[in-house]
């Protein structure tokens, strides 16, 4: 419960009721829980989904649910998103990549990378099956969580500051493979097949993400983390429009 309510308080905004301490490694440790964080987002936009169905056409509740998912998890991914746009419209070497993301200040290539990533991932849940889109909140959330899990494990450190950094110093297989078994049950028991396929696609995308990662910058940063998060979402999605209507 410790490392779930770290987890928690690290990945929303969403005040506690509770305080706990975390040690050195907590951070890590806690990401074995990181897909139980997202099934908890999930089921924040489904009940959302729930009230406002009756009230709203589906096109602005569904713009509502994208505006809550960024609110309460502090649009902390999408600022990985933009800061990872901008570092690659640098098209400048590693330390050059490395300073863009450090930089607070978002460039147009950032801005346009955060419209574009906003628009896909609303429009994709605007066309997902109605009878498969409350299995569907809470689902994409949960996958982009494990995402953060495969992009931490295993990595090199890409500097020696910053939130990648804790997390790769006290994430190891063991976490890995808890928040995987999650992320699997969870998708086979939401959405069978489909989920687990889509669940695959999103493994191999993370994957690349990673390579090209430590190809480009040495590791991982907390700015690539977190894109590799929203892209995840996305492509989660968009993986899911097209799997639902044939498989689903």
Same mark, same amino acid.
């Given at each position: 419960?410790?490392?779930?309510?770290?987890?928690?308080?690290? !990945?929303? #905004?969403?005040?506690?009721?509770?305080?706990?301490?975390?040690?050195?490694?907590? +951070?890590?440790?806690?990401?074995?829980?990181?897909?139980?964080?997202?099934? @908890?987002?999930?089921? %924040? +936009?489904?009940?959302? *989904?729930? &009230?406002?169905?009756?009230?709203?056409?589906?096109?602005? @509740?569904?713009?509502?649910?994208?505006?809550? =998912?960024?609110?309460?998890?502090?649009?902390?991914?999408? *600022?990985?998103?933009? *800061?990872?746009?901008?570092?690659?419209?640098?098209?400048?070497?590693?330390?050059?990549? =490395?300073?863009?993301?450090?930089?607070?200040?978002? $460039?147009?290539? $950032?801005?346009?990378?955060?419209?574009? $990533?906003?628009?896909?991932?609303?429009?994709? %849940?605007?066309?997902?099956? =109605?009878?498969?889109?409350?299995?569907?909140?809470?689902?994409?959330?949960?996958?982009?969580?494990?995402?953060?899990?495969?992009?931490?494990?295993?990595?090199?450190?890409?500097?020696?500051?910053?939130?990648?950094?804790?997390?790769?110093?006290?994430?190891?297989?063991?976490?890995?493979?808890?928040?995987?078994?999650?992320?699997?049950?969870?998708?086979?028991? +939401?959405?069978?097949?489909?989920?687990?396929?889509? %669940?695959? &696609?999103?493994?191999? &995308?993370?994957?690349? #993400?990673?390579?090209?990662?430590?190809?480009?910058?040495?590791?991982?940063?907390?700015?690539? #983390?977190?894109?590799?998060?929203?892209?995840?979402?996305?492509?989660?999605?968009?993986?899911? !429009?097209?799997?639902?209507?044939? +498989?689903?």
């Amino acid at each position: 419960m410790r490392l779930f309510i770290i987890a928690f308080q690290f !990945l929303t #905004i969403v005040p506690l009721p509770v305080s706990v301490r975390c040690e050195e490694k907590d +951070l890590g440790r806690s990401m074995a829980l990181f897909p139980l964080v997202g099934l @908890a987002l999930g089921a %924040l +936009l489904a009940g959302t *989904d729930f &009230l406002l169905a009756p009230l709203l056409p589906r096109s602005v @509740a569904d713009l509502v649910l994208v505006a809550l =998912l960024s609110v309460v998890t502090g649009a902390l991914h999408l *600022d990985g998103l933009s *800061d990872v746009c901008d570092g690659l419209a640098a098209r400048g070497s590693r330390e050059r990549f =490395l300073e863009i993301m450090k930089d607070s200040r978002v $460039g147009a290539v $950032g801005a346009v990378g955060l419209v574009l $990533g906003l628009t896909l991932k609303y429009q994709a %849940l605007l066309a997902l099956p =109605l009878e498969h889109k409350r299995e569907a909140l809470l689902f994409f959330p949960m996958a982009a969580r494990f995402a953060q899990v495969q992009m931490t494990v295993g990595s090199q450190r890409a500097r020696k500051d910053g939130l990648g950094h804790a997390f790769v110093g006290g994430a190891g297989m063991l976490q890995l493979v808890l928040a995987g078994v999650c992320a699997v049950a969870v998708g086979a028991a +939401l959405l069978r097949l489909p989920g687990l396929i889509t %669940l695959l &696609l999103l493994f191999l &995308l993370t994957w690349g #993400i990673k390579g090209w990662s430590h190809r480009k910058l040495g590791g991982v940063t907390g700015d690539v #983390i977190g894109c590799a998060s929203e892209l995840n979402e996305i492509f989660c999605l968009i993986f899911l !429009l097209a799997l639902l209507g044939r +498989l689903g």
